[in-house]
């Protein structure tokens, strides 16, 4: 019997085998070309994923909808690499990404609930900036992008990711860009459209959906995440998605202003929260959980946030609004910041809880950034900081020699600031923040975070209610139900 690597191997052969054209971007650690393009596949073989996909397993759906066949029972579709018409996926079938998958030509992908998606090694799934996903799943049957490989056996990195691509604006010189690290082809493009940015765009919708074990490192600080957003807009709906276990960030924002609610991101290699390129979106309730990986080479800060890595100054500069954050660091190693602010970047960042970062609570880098807090566009308020820096007491360290990267500026003056109604070393008594199998980050009775909290504005975006502190208000767990934490390798 055919192991299930050779049987994955004959699977990428057959469908490469079908066109003519193939793009390899990089190698794995077996030097196959990866992310290959070809016109069309064949159906791969079938039982790669345990039965126990469908029976809330390891990595598997929480629940099986009724009007869905048990998962071992589901065909499996290997996907084209390219959708230029209107297409839907149901849970009849499970659909394998063997290669680069492009949604474009005006296309939408719908994406029924309880459907799940597998990827291999060399899959990805692009959603260009001439086409549209509309993958919404329900509570009871969210929708899951996972690994190709059986359950037990999934590792970081697996397949490659979800990617959106827009048409708002981003700053980078042209206005348009190549998402980075790939070639320069039409669908790895985003920005501006024919030189025309719409800052509404609307890259589609996801709601109650995990993707898990994905993200894929093309070169250093070039990467696909868990889920990755280019230039996306205001009309894009991001609401109620886990990521987990990917094997770089969680989610990234490159430009745009896209904005989301109701993520869990839990177990990502690197940071879980990134922006880049001039994001101008908003989030509000948004958990956060690292993992201590031992063998990782990279930050693992709760928030990573740039401007523009190369211009700090470039424009539209980033400046997005964020409110009601938990974020739970490993509480042990030499690794991680709570939030990393650097390279130009803005942002209002309210109601949010920061525990559990070795390295300390925030981090402000360069006169660019810091300027940002003199001119009132880049400031933390009304947000709890517990078990963070030197000795799990010291959230906001002195930076001293080499280390003064900010000009001088003092994090703990300002952040401490009274007029900032920042609370340090006080416990916000969640439940079991650091567990990793079986995490609750709602608070408890009494906790002193279920108070202190500034109001969302009313915009239509924030709810105005949630005037406490993180992202679970008392009693009140929205990540029950939908969410899994398969074992992460």
Known sequence: MASNKERLHRLVL????????????GCDEDDEDVMPTADGGPKGPTGLLDASLGNGGDGGVAQTPSNCPAFAARPEEVVPPNITANTTWTCQKRYVLSSNVYVKGGATLTIEPGTVVQGSSEGALFITREGKIDAAGTK?????????????????????????LGQA????????????GLEDLPEYRFGALNGVSDDTHNCGRIKYARIEYAGYRIATDKELNGLS??????????????????????????????????LVLTGNDDDNIDWDLGWRGKLQFVVVQQHKVASSTQAENGVEADNDATAFANTPIAKPTLFNITLIGANEGTKGRGLLLRRGTQGLIKNTIVQGFPVGAIDVRDSATVAGTVSGDLDVTNSVFFQSGPGGSTPFPAETGMADNDTGFDENAFFTAPARQNRTNVDPQLTAPYDIAAPNFGPRAGS??????????????????????GAIAPGADWTAGWTAYPSVQ
């Open 14 to 25: 057959a469908t490469a085998l079908v066109g003519s054209t193939a793009l390899a971007v």
């Open 140 to 164: 009871d049957a969210p929708i899951v992008f996972t690994s190709y490989q059986p359950d037990g056996q999934k590792r970081r990195g697996d397949w490659k990711g979800v990617v959106l």
């Open 169 to 180: 604006s981003i700053n980078t010189i042209s206005k348009d860009t190549i998402f980075e």
């Open 229 to 262: 957003l280019g230039g996306c807009g205001t009309q894009t709906q991001l609401d109620y998605i886990q990521i987990h276990g990917g094997n770089d960030d969680g989610i990234e924002f490159f430009g745009g202003t896209a904005g989301a609610k109701h």
């Open 448 to 469: 002193p975070v279920a108070t202190g909290g500034a109001t969302p504005p009313a915009d239509g975006f924030f709810d105005v209610s949630a005037t406490y502190v």
